[in-house]
């Protein structure tokens, strides 16, 4: 059938799913939702098996399948895998091993490569650094996909597995807290003092960014991967029409936790910039 026969015909009743280990992903749905309010959403975070930074590729992989297949079985035709981790150590296995026989003609994207494929022209001095947890930077993820985009950029990493729990138990402005975070950014640039972009390469790290960018050298740029997630996903619309006809443009919001809804509509209200009203599920 051509391609404008089928759009046509196609019905509108698809969501963009979003999945997430907590929190953190609603950083990135909110820069989604506010370059495209018309469509229907349904987000899922998975509070009560974070953080995922830490753990096991193949445990990663088994949560992040099972996020998917849930979102799958909620309407969802688009998932975006708003975790980093996740991306890092899940999202090829399930492009290439599971989609094809799950369910063919949905997609799942990550946040990795749209946030690699402008960094480099962002830097003066050719040196940026990456934020992430330990799954991401052990995964060498972000210098890959930079070697690809930027291949003269200087990449330099640092873990930093305690800012997640920091900012799940809203810990991160404690004393205790602050002086963790200012030690993360202090052993980034004893690696490279000419580091002059930043990436917070864990979608949880833009709650901290009013704090990182207090901390940080001037003259040094704090990128958070809302906004490029977002233009990216405009740019791959854009190129693949049938995905977009099939996008139903209800302008709702679905939120699913694996955690107490209490709990996580308390929080992530706050970090979303409006108030939501969760369901809680589980995950098997």
Known sequence: ????????????????????????????????????????????????????????????????????????????????????????????????????????????????????????????????????????VNSNSYVIELAKSSPNTKVYQQACPLWVPLIEEQQYHSPAGELIIASDLKRLFDQNATIDVIVLACTHYPILKPLIDSLVPPGVTVLSQGPLVAEKLKDYLNRHPEMEHRLALGAKLQCYTTESSDYFNEHASEIFGQALNAEQIQLT
């Open 1 to 136: 059938m051509p391609l404008f026969l089928y759009l046509y015909f196609v019905e509108r009743k698809g969501k963009i799913g979003v999945f997430d280990s907590g929190f953190g992903g609603l950083t990135i749905l909110r820069d989604i939702v506010h370059l495209f309010p018309m469509y229907e959403y349904v987000y899922l975070g998975d509070n009560a098996r974070a953080p995922y930074g830490n753990k096991s590729f193949d445990l990663i992989y088994e949560y992040t399948l099972e996020g998917v297949k849930y979102l799958f079985e909620q309407g969802c035709e688009l998932v975006i895998l708003a975790c980093n981790t996740a991306s890092a150590k899940a999202l090829r296995t399930i492009q290439q091993r599971d989609l094809p026989h799950l369910a063919p003609n949905k997609r799942v994207l990550g946040v990795i490569r749209p946030s690699t494929e402008e960094i480099g022209s962002l830097s003066r001095t050719g040196v940026v650094g990456i934020l992430g947890t330990e799954g991401t």
